[in-house]
């Protein structure tokens, strides 16, 4: 059945921000579209005035009326509301009645999330209506059936929840124990080590600076630019990464790449290392990025990797980080980092000793990843089988042979 033939919906609405009495000293909840994904949502981060409940499309939904977020990055997300709250445009409510449950709403929207974005509209942010939402088709079984399925599916989420929790805390573990290991190879300095400023170990031609600020569309064939986003792996090539117009970088010549250089996100995520791979020569990065090159003279690139990557470095970065929206470190603080420098032999030492450990941590994490990876698709699986019936058939079908065995 479609989901208009059962249940009424409805979409929220937003009071005049630029109104102070509509949100001064309010005490209606309002939930924005970004609150939207948790499976019971029981408080809001915001609140409205009766008078701008008054004043706008906005209106209180009931308890247990099934939530879906609309536009944006958070689209197809769902929850369930736990409390009596009004929300803004970008949700559509679902309202409860006794021919559905709203814990099958719930999990039976989580199971036709892609499907749903995949109908949605605009290109840079998805826009479901809430004309599709009510057109979208349900299979419906009777209300103890649907009780029966989301009992299975209760139970089933909190047994692969719990599964992953170990894996994550696993994964955790893992890393800790290697940041520890670091820690304590940069801790404990002999003779030789000395403490100087990251702008005293760089070559002459590396200023230290920001990356391109205004990058551009893409541009088949242009220019390759790493971006924060792309900084999710010790070694950066060329693969997925976006072309622009190669005169965006005219006034950027200083973070010109050439092959080798430590990566440094300043913005957002502030402290995330990684290496440009030698294929990058020529490339560029944008705003949120400074490009590091050691003086080898001085300190070897893996030496250097390694203590940036290090408790060492790491709280610095932390303490030097501000903002609330946007995350980000002045240049001049980062240039200021103090790095440890000991003799040449000595770093070379350590970093063979840190390049025979960090493949095995490597190869846990890609253990662990995968395994959290598989939960996912577990949960995906399961789903598919309860909305098409198979679920319930093959405890049937075992409960059966249980019986005759």
Same mark, same amino acid.
């Given at each position: 059945?479609?989901?208009?033939?059962?249940?009424?919906?409805?979409?929220?609405?937003?009071?005049?921000?630029?109104?102070?009495?509509?949100?001064?000293?309010?005490?209606?909840?309002?939930?924005?579209?970004?609150?939207?994904?948790?499976?019971?949502?029981?408080?809001?981060?915001?609140?409205?005035?009766?008078?701008?409940?008054?004043?706008?499309?906005?209106?209180?939904?009931?308890?247990?009326?099934? #939530? =879906?977020?609309?536009?944006?990055?958070?689209?197809?997300?769902?929850?369930?509301?736990?409390?009596?709250?009004?929300?803004?445009?970008?949700?559509?409510?679902?309202? +409860?009645?006794?021919?559905?449950?709203?814990?099958?709403?719930?999990?039976?929207?989580?199971?036709?999330?892609?499907?749903?974005?995949?109908?949605?509209?605009?290109?840079?942010?998805?826009?479901?209506?809430?004309?599709?939402?009510?057109?979208?088709?349900?299979?419906?079984?009777?209300?103890?059936?649907?009780?029966? =399925?989301?009992?299975?599916?209760?139970?089933?989420?909190?047994?692969?929840?719990?599964?992953?929790?170990?894996?994550?805390?696993?994964?955790?573990?893992?890393?800790?124990?290697?940041?520890?290991?670091?820690?304590?190879?940069?801790?404990?300095?002999?003779?030789?080590?000395?403490?100087?400023?990251?702008?005293?170990?760089?070559?002459?031609?590396?200023?230290?600076?920001?990356?391109?600020?205004?990058?551009?569309?893409?541009?088949?064939?242009?220019?390759?630019?790493?971006?924060?986003?792309?900084?999710?792996?010790?070694? =950066?090539? @060329?693969?997925?990464?976006? #072309?622009?117009?190669?005169?965006?970088?005219?006034?950027?010549?200083?973070?010109?790449?050439?092959?080798?250089?430590?990566?440094?996100?300043?913005?957002?995520?502030?402290?995330?290392?990684?290496?440009?791979?030698?294929?990058?020569?020529?490339?560029?990065?944008?705003?949120?990025?400074?490009?590091?090159?050691?003086?080898?003279?001085?300190?070897?690139?893996?030496?250097?990797?390694?203590?940036?990557?290090?408790?060492?470095?790491?709280?610095?970065?932390?303490?030097?980080?501000?903002?609330?929206?946007?995350?980000?470190?002045?240049?001049?603080?980062?240039?200021?980092?103090?790095?440890?420098?000991?003799?040449?032999?000595?770093?070379?030492?350590?970093?063979?000793?840190?390049?025979?450990?960090? +493949?095995?941590?490597?190869? =846990?994490?890609?253990?662990?990843?995968?395994? @959290?990876?598989?939960?996912?698709? @577990?949960?995906?699986?399961?789903?598919?089988?309860?909305?098409?019936?198979?679920?319930?058939?093959?405890?049937?079908?075992?409960?059966?042979?249980?019986?005759?065995?």
């Amino acid at each position: 059945m479609k989901i208009s033939d059962i249940c009424k919906t409805a979409a929220g609405g937003t009071p005049l921000k630029s109104n102070k009495k509509f949100y001064e000293g309010g005490n209606i909840p309002w939930l924005l579209s970004g609150e939207v994904g948790n499976r019971d949502i029981r408080e809001t981060k915001k609140f409205i005035t009766q008078e701008g409940l008054d004043g706008s499309s906005a209106k209180i939904f009931p308890v247990n009326t099934v #939530l =879906i977020a609309m536009y944006g990055a958070t689209a197809g997300e769902v929850g369930i509301l736990r409390c009596e709250a009004a929300t803004n445009q970008a949700v559509c409510g679902i309202y +409860p009645n006794d021919k559905v449950l709203p814990e099958y709403l719930y999990y039976f929207f989580l199971d036709h999330k892609d499907k749903l974005v995949a109908q949605a509209v605009g290109n840079a942010q998805p826009n479901i209506s809430q004309q599709k939402i009510k057109n979208t088709e349900i299979p419906l079984p009777p209300p103890p059936e649907q009780k029966r =399925i989301v009992a299975i599916l209760d139970q089933a989420f909190a047994d692969i929840e719990q599964a992953r929790a170990k894996t994550e805390q696993n994964l955790k573990n893992a890393r800790e124990l290697f940041e520890s290991y670091l820690q304590q190879v940069f801790s404990q300095r002999g003779e030789g080590w000395v403490e100087t400023t990251l702008e005293n170990l760089i070559t002459d031609d590396c200023s230290l600076s920001y990356g391109i600020v205004q990058p551009g569309d893409d541009v088949n064939g242009g220019m390759p630019i790493v971006r924060p986003t792309d900084m999710k792996k010790e070694l =950066i090539n @060329l693969d997925g990464l976006k #072309l622009i117009d190669p005169s965006k970088a005219e006034g950027y010549k200083r973070t010109s790449l050439q092959g080798g250089e430590l990566l440094v996100c300043v913005r957002g995520t502030t402290g995330t290392t990684s290496i440009a791979c030698e294929s990058l020569v020529g490339a560029n990065v944008t705003r949120g990025i400074v490009p590091v090159r050691f003086d080898p003279q001085k300190i070897s690139d893996r030496f250097g990797y390694y203590q940036f990557i290090s408790p060492l470095i790491q709280r610095q970065i932390k303490a030097a980080t501000y903002g609330a929206a946007l995350m980000q470190i002045n240049i001049r603080d980062f240039r200021k980092i103090k790095v440890c420098v000991p003799p040449l032999e000595v770093q070379t030492v350590l970093s063979d000793r840190l390049d025979g450990i960090r +493949p095995d941590l490597i190869r =846990i994490e890609k253990i662990y990843k995968l395994k @959290l990876s598989a939960f996912d698709e @577990l949960k995906k699986s399961i789903l598919q089988k309860a909305f098409s019936g198979e679920l319930t058939k093959t405890l049937e079908g075992g409960a059966n042979k249980g019986a005759v065995a």
